[in-house]
């Protein structure tokens, strides 16, 4: 058999798998534009969520009896997809949580308790979603830090060359970015901030909930000590996210939640903690969720990565040059080949929240507001954008409808 | 839907705003703001000689068609009455003056000029504002 390249994404084919879209709304097709946000899922997910309920369910690391063996078999096969996803050394690094933003309070807690103090320099990026900022910015306050933010150029990109002075004076303990702008769709250079941060002694944190659903990610080539993504952006459930650490940091850290299954041994003296990955997964886990986050990741993989990426960037230049013809537009970001799946805009003189709410009664959903993202929104000069966004279901038809609606719009309002 | 929500009475306020404007030295000011859409609504009230009458009252801002609507419909509303009744104004009066059909979150967009109103108006009176209002979910009213 020949040896052929990988086929490009079958967006439409893909389609067919999310129930979502057999629904109609106002009378017109879903033209959903809103996957930065949360994704939609496949039949696939679905179906193992309730086939999982239905023939393999009870608690995990419990039971002697089958059934629990058989959910301890599925959520701990969860944990190994998790690992290959992201290409962690270990599946004992791959720590459940509930979400991306549980995954980076459990760093900032149980590393920035510890190990942040006054004098030292947290560093985030103007770029950053609420998730990757807010806990951040707590922790540095409660331990007498200075928390500093990198600073971005006009095009949303990270101003790299800004680095060395914004350390000036003081000791920087953590570099925390996304991958993936939530906002901008601007691709972080993370590997080159790691190797920065490395070099001061700082670790690395990156909030990947954007970037691992959209772009093959290798934490061990990107350099980092932490990396949080969650499911539901994936195509998978709500309710569980992954952290992945490296075990050297994960075994000095405190736990964060503290409870059942998180322990070794109990006395009323004083408790001991348990193994990696456990001794971060307190309580009952979202089970179920986690073995559909695990199918979904298979989902994506078989799609392909690269494909995805590949078919977004195309997506979003289509996007913008659509919009530029249109005009009375203004776009943020940088170009179609340095972005994901992400366009923000706003149309001149009309206020986001009515735009969208246009686009709604055609069927086209996508986001307005300021995306978790005030700082940005700050930087950017307004109070909110419109933002449309993609994944592998999406067609390019979605778009086209996209600015039809906007012309709606703009009989409407303008 | 679309076309309940944006009548022509609402784009009509929204397009022409009544009562747009400043009042330099009021008698009650306030503002407030919807983080989740940064819609901004500042108003200023004078009174008449009694104390207790709105003679004039204006507000600026920036925001959706929706606040900026609900808001000059207020002004026009508002003009003549008394603090004191404007201050225990139901919502649903205005609400029922804007005429459309809200979600929750819109509803917010509708009600945000209200909210700032009332706490001029309480304010200047050095009443308290009803607990209904001040915790009015996410709007940040000052």
Not at chain 1, 147 to 157: A, K, S, T, V
Not at chain 1, 405 to 413: A, M, N, Q
Not at chain 2, 92 to 97: A, F, G, T
């Amino acid at each position: 058999m020949a040896v052929t390249a990988r086929p490009a994404l079958d967006a439409q084919k893909l389609r067919a798998d999310f129930p979502i879209f057999e629904q109609k709304m106002h009378g017109k097709p879903l033209a959903y534009l809103d996957s930065a946000a949360s994704s939609q899922k496949p039949r696939q997910v679905l179906d193992a969520v309730r086939d999982f309920y239905e023939t393999s369910y009870a608690n995990v690391h419990r039971g002697v009896y089958v059934l629990s063996e058989r959910a301890t078999e599925a959520y701990e096969g969860a944990r190994e997809k998790a690992r290959a996803f992201v290409n962690a050394p270990s599946a004992r690094e791959v720590v459940f949580t509930r979400s991306a933003t549980e995954s980076i309070n459990l760093v900032a807690y149980a590393w920035g308790l510890d190990n942040l103090r006054s004098g030292d320099v947290v560093l985030v990026t103007e770029l950053e979603h609420h998730s990757n900022f807010v806990p951040w910015q707590y922790l540095a306050k409660r331990a007498g830090a200075d928390f500093r933010m990198l600073p971005i150029d006009d095009r949303g990109e990270l101003r790299l060359d800004e680095l060395d002075e914004l350390a000036g004076g003081g000791r920087v303990k953590v570099v925390a970015t996304n991958l993936v702008s939530n906002s901008l769709g601007t691709v972080n250079p993370v590997a080159r901030l790691a190797a920065w941060a490395h070099e001061r002694g700082a670790i690395m944190v990156v909030d990947g909930a954007q970037g691992a659903p959209h772009h093959e990610v290798d934490v061990q080539e990107l350099g980092c000590d932490f990396f949080a993504f969650s499911s539901h952006k994936l195509c998978g459930p709500t309710g569980v996210g992954a952290l992945w650490g490296r075990a050297e940091l994960l075994e000095r850290m405190a736990p964060f939640n503290l409870g059942g299954h998180m322990i070794r041994a109990v006395r009323a003296e004083g408790t001991t903690w348990g193994e990696l990955p456990y001794k971060f997964e307190a309580g009952t886990m979202p089970i179920a969720e986690a073995v559909g986050f695990g199918v979904a990741m298979d989902y994506v993989a078989e799609a392909g990565l690269d494909a995805i990426a590949e078919y977004e960037s195309e997506l979003a230049a289509h996007a913008l040059e659509r919009l530029a013809e249109l005009g009375g537009v203004t776009t943020y970001g940088p170009p179609a080949e340095r972005r994901a799946g992400i366009v923000s805009f706003n149309v001149d003189g009309i206020h986001p929240h009515d735009v969208a709410q246009v686009l709604d009664s055609e069927g086209v959903a996508i986001r307005a507001g300021h995306h978790c993202c005030q700082p940005l929104m700050t930087r950017l000069g307004v109070a909110a954008t419109n933002r449309a966004s993609f994944y592998l279901y999406t067609v390019p038809e979605e778009i086209d409808r996209l600015i039809e609606g906007l012309h709606k719009v703009r009989k409407i309002l303008a | 839907m679309v076309d309940d929500l944006y009548r022509e009475v609402i784009l009509d306020h929204y397009k022409n705003p009544r009562g747009h404007g400043v009042i330099e030295e009021p008698d009650a000011q306030a503002e407030g703001l919807n983080p989740l859409c940064g819609d901004e609504v500042s108003i200023y009230v004078q009174f008449a000689e009694d104390g207790e009458t709105i003679d004039e009252v204006k507000f600026s801002g920036r925001g959706c068609a929706i606040s900026q609507a609900s808001t000059s419909m207020l002004m026009e509303m508002v003009k003549g009455r008394t603090a004191n009744e404007i201050a225990e104004l139901p919502k649903e009066e205005l609400l029922e003056e804007v005429g459309i059909p809200l979600t929750p979150v819109r509803l917010k967009c509708a009600l945000l000029g209200l909210g700032v109103l009332k706490v001029a108006l309480h304010r200047a009176k050095g009443t308290s504002l009803p607990d209904e209002w001040a915790g009015l979910d996410e709007l940040d009213l000052r």
